[in-house]
């Protein structure tokens, strides 16, 4: 598989490599670098189809009505909620007329000091006296964010034909780059990797990237309405590629869109993650699989509103799974009386929001909005330039006094967590704490953790061992010249094989007389997902698989502690014999699924050592930047407790060395 992506004066979207193309049919034929992956994507496509026997059954419209309430209380849930309605504290910035239109460039506050750059493009008050219908113009992937030639073309040919059209910046593209370098540059250059960064950190919270997009544009959608020159009940949403997801999610959530046109987004799950694969952070909702939300829902939970799906035949989004999409949503649609308010236009080409797809989606906005259903043509415009799109004096809104941005707001929420977090702990039980974390991380109790069993029994030093994630894990058991003194659980970030050819701690503790079991967890050694990496380096090797098992409501540190209790319990009785109680020994990103088995079962595990650990998930946020750490992402885990909080509860039964913060640098 390769990375695919478009580049037209800016980067718009990249979408990321998956560890593995090769779909659940296909077991036999999976490698190991594959088979976390081949399971994650079993999981998903088994919850796909519990959703579609599930859809099958909803033939009424109350039952229909019953699945877009719950469907959008989840949504709303699953990415946080959202804040409280603040003062938007508009500005009008600056005005530049063309011909046909002018273009009004807009700065306001979804929240307080959080500022959202924007240009209203509005039409010849002369031709189409105001007030106007108005569409929010929410952009994909593009560096230059609003500037982006086929964005604005777009927005002038609706001003063109009488409708207003507000385009907005997203987080971390145009001049909404949300982490500066002293000089004022931007500090992540790609839209993806910010918003995956601003996403780790949001995750940790129970939020997600997109409620920072979703609540942008609805405080978009508040500031068309605040003004006299526009239709306040004649609002449109419409984007291209990420501008479609946002369009989805708002077209979803927000009841004052008459008349939506995502663009290159809407496909199906049951196409896409065996193709392309999850996509950056926004466009994962946690659980949404498990939930039953697959892309054909974003339409559906709108029915019977006006929806147009906007797709390319050469896609990287799938276009069978649009046209899957386009036929359940066409099936609700009718269900309500009104199949002819939902449509999709196919533009025979690749990825973009190309001309054709322009004409189409202003032609909808035209019929639903403004009651004129006439072909549309788009003429040749006169763009405006980076500069005089701008609504800052330079370019970027986090050079503004005062300004917040999304790391900010991520790491205000962490610290009112961390205040909230000292109650909870203060007056619980062992127990009680015990039950709190399990419960976050989604595992079984311990009790119903089967143990895990060798794939040969009475293998020696070579073992294979298989566990409820049905990942082989591999390693090997070193047992010393005689009765061993105690047992212990190795687990090297680097692979089993290495910890036993050059871990001098490991041969140490063999030459003591321990009998140590060196093994690989899901993604480790073995496992470990080969070839290019989910989006960018710096989420790690096994970025895309912690993004499939987030979407099916689970992460990689519950599979691996899972995995690690499993482990323990099979160690616990060697040979049908009770064996002493385990030191369990973690290195790097394996520190984490550690300390939580440690935590969980006193009875198999006597003492852990973390080599390396992460120090916190809140020094995560506080750092912004980071490497490796969506692998270690549990959503709303600070919600309930921090990585300190659990070491304290251990005491002395947890060795600390050489702690590492959310960069992998040493910290005291």
């Known amino acids: 598989m390769h990375h695919r992506y478009l580049l037209a004066a800016t980067c718009l979207l990249i979408c990321p490599l998956v560890a593995s193309a090769a779909k659940p049919e296909q077991a036999g034929a999976v490698s190991p670098s594959e088979i976390v992956n081949h399971r994650l994507l079993e999981k998903s496509q088994a919850l796909l189809a519990k959703r579609r026997e599930a ?9 229909i009505r019953h699945h877009q309430q719950r469907l959008k209380q989840y949504f709303t849930e699953a990415i946080g909620g959202f804040p409280e309605r603040t003062p938007l504290n508009p500005q009008i910035t600056g005005t530049v007329q063309r011909e046909g239109y002018r273009a009004e460039k807009i700065i306001f506050e979804s929240r307080p000091r959080h500022f959202v750059s924007g240009t209203l493009f509005l039409p010849q008050d002369k031709k189409f006296p ?47 780059k949300q982490l500066l370098k002293p000089s004022g540059t931007p500090a992540i250059r790609s839209s993806t990797t910010g918003h995956t960064q601003v996403g780790i950190g949001a995750i940790l919270l129970g939020w997600n990237t997109a409620q920072y997009e979703i609540w942008d544009g609805m405080r978009g959608i508040d500031y068309l309405q605040s003004r006299p020159d526009i239709d306040g009940k004649r609002v449109g949403c419409f984007g291209n590629s990420g501008g479609g997801t946002q369009t989805s999610y708002l077209m979803a959530l927000d009841e004052r869109i008459v008349a939506a046109a995502p663009s290159c987004y809407i496909t199906s799950f049951e196409r896409l993650l065996p193709t392309a694969g999850p996509q950056d952070a926004e466009q994962n909702i946690f659980g949404q699989l498990a939930a039953g939300m697959n892309h054909a829902d974003y339409i559906i939970m709108r029915a019977p509103r006006p929806t147009l799906i906007c797709t390319a035949t050469k896609d990287f989004f799938d276009i069978g799974g649009s046209w899957d999409a386009f036929r359940e949503a066409k099936r609700v649609y009718m269900r309500f009386g009104f199949g002819e308010r939902v449509d999709l236009a196919e533009n025979d080409d690749t990825h973009g929001f190309k001309k054709p797809l322009r004409e189409a989606a202003a032609r909808w906005m035209l019929r639903w909005l403004a009651d004129r259903d006439v072909a549309v043509t788009e003429p040749k415009i006169d763009l405006l330039s980076d500069e005089e799109m701008w609504s800052t004096p330079q370019g970027q809104v986090m050079l503004l006094p005062g300004a917040r941005s999304a790391f900010d707001l991520n790491l205000e929420e962490a610290q009112r967590l961390e205040r909230v977090r000292a109650e909870k702990w203060s007056d619980q039980t062992a127990a009680q704490s015990r039950e709190r974390v399990r419960k976050t991380l989604g595992i079984p109790e311990q009790k119903e953790i089967a143990a895990a069993s060798a794939s040969e029994p009475g293998q020696q030093t070579d073992v294979v061992l298989t566990t409820t994630s049905e990942v082989p894990l591999t390693g090997k058991w070193l047992k010393p010249e005689g009765a061993p003194t105690g047992t212990t659980l190795y687990l090297h970030a680097a692979g089993a094989d290495k910890a036993v050819d050059d871990d001098a701690d490991l041969k140490a503790l063999v030459d003591a007389g321990q009998s140590v079991l060196a093994i690989d967890v899901s993604g480790i050694g073995t496992t470990q997902p080969k070839g290019r990496r989910w989006y960018n380096e710096s989420f790690g090797v096994n970025a895309g698989n912690a993004v499939l098992a987030y979407l099916c409501g ?33 290195t790097d990103e394996l520190c984490v699924p550690a300390l939580h088995a440690a935590v969980l079962a006193p009875e198999l595990i006597d003492e852990v050592k973390l080599i390396r650990p992460l120090i916190s998930w809140t020094e995560v946020i506080r750092g912004k930047l980071t490497q490796n750490q969506v692998v270690n992402a549990v959503h709303g885990v600070l919600r309930e407790y921090d990585l300190p909080d659990l070491v304290t509860f251990l005491g002395d039964r947890v060795t600390i060395i050489d702690p590492v913060d959310g960069q992998g640098k040493p910290v005291d």
């Open 554 to 586: 689970t992460s990689m540190v519950a599979q691996r502690t899972e995995e690690i209790l499993a482990i323990a319990k099979l160690m616990a009785e060697v040979d049908g014999k009770p064996s002493a109680p385990i030191s369990l020994v973690a």
């Open 55 to 63: 859809y099958e059954q909803r033939t009424k419209v109350d039952d």
């Open 130 to 176: 105001p007030p106007y219908p108005a569409v929010l113009v929410v952009c994909g992937h593009s560096e230059n964010g609003k500037a982006y030639d086929g964005y604005q073309a777009s927005c002038a040919l609706l001003a063109l034909n009488g409708i207003a059209a507000f385009i907005i910046d997203p987080i971390c593209q145009g001049e909404r």
